[in-house]
């Protein structure tokens, strides 16, 4: 009788692996819904009423509580292009960051920034400051971070607690990655060692051309300017998500009168 000894070894290896190993798990699928993501579109608009930049933005809320936020900003004056890719805890305390600019139609800069309860760190390269690494000791734990897309100047809106009667608000540890107004410098971290203040208007509804909100008003208080003027920032935010509806703000562009508005024109879930 011939024995076909290569069947045999075949055979017989895989029947042991097939022995050891336990049958592969059916796949594993999460519940819909499990990530919850959101996106939209912001409209800058001029004190002539005319477009002057934009904003695409979207929102990832995951199990844990951490929040994504994902914005690409256009500026026409100044010519000013932003990526950033912001993390933050469900009470939108900054976890780590990523900034990239183009200002002039050139590449301006980019860097990564982490940060602890004791600690802030980040990693830049740009054109003015070149290859740099800050470590920043922090007096407390950051608790916001301005990096400039407009929709997360409504997420500064968070620190404002309804459970107090208070009208005006204040907190600390707020950092920044731009120095400018338009946050067209950097990036590299700075600390607001200031208090910041809120103060809420009061419950409003918004309709822009992405449907009807029902809002909160609150104004962002802030310091005059060198000039003497006295800038505002209004901003009209769903509660709790902090989604923009509408922004305005006087003395502040470098425009005829300083006012500008910002609309949500778009917005999916």
Sequence with gaps: ??????????????????????????????????????????????????????????????????????????????RVERDVVQSMTSKF???????????????????????????????????VLGRVQQRMPLPMPATTLVSHPISSDALLMSRFDHAKPDRI?????????STRLDGGSGPFLSLNDRESRIEYVGPESITTAAGRFDTHHYRLLMDSRPDGKQPSYDLWCTHPDYLLVRGEVRG??????????????????
């Design 1 to 78: 009788m011939h024995i076909d000894r290569r069947q045999l070894l075949v055979a017989g290896v895989a029947g042991a692996v097939s022995t050891a190993l336990p049958a592969a798990p059916d796949a594993i699928i999460p519940p819909q819904g499990w990530v919850k993501n959101t996106r939209g579109k912001i409209s800058y608009i001029s004190d002539d009423g005319k477009e002057r930049g934009r904003e695409w933005f979207s929102f990832s809320r995951r199990e844990d509580g951490q929040v994504t936020l994902r914005a690409y900003c256009e500026i026409d004056d100044g």
């Design 93 to 127: 305390e900054p976890l780590d960051c990523f900034v990239r600019l183009h200002v002039g139609g050139k590449f301006s800069g980019t860097g990564w920034m982490r940060f602890t309860d004791t600690e802030a760190e980040c990693e830049v390269f740009s054109t």
């Design 169 to 177: 608000q204040g907190w600390r540890g707020g950092m920044s990655t």
């Design 252 to 269: 502040y562009l470098n425009n005829k009168t300083g006012y500008g508005r910002y609309e949500l024109v778009e917005y999916s879930v």
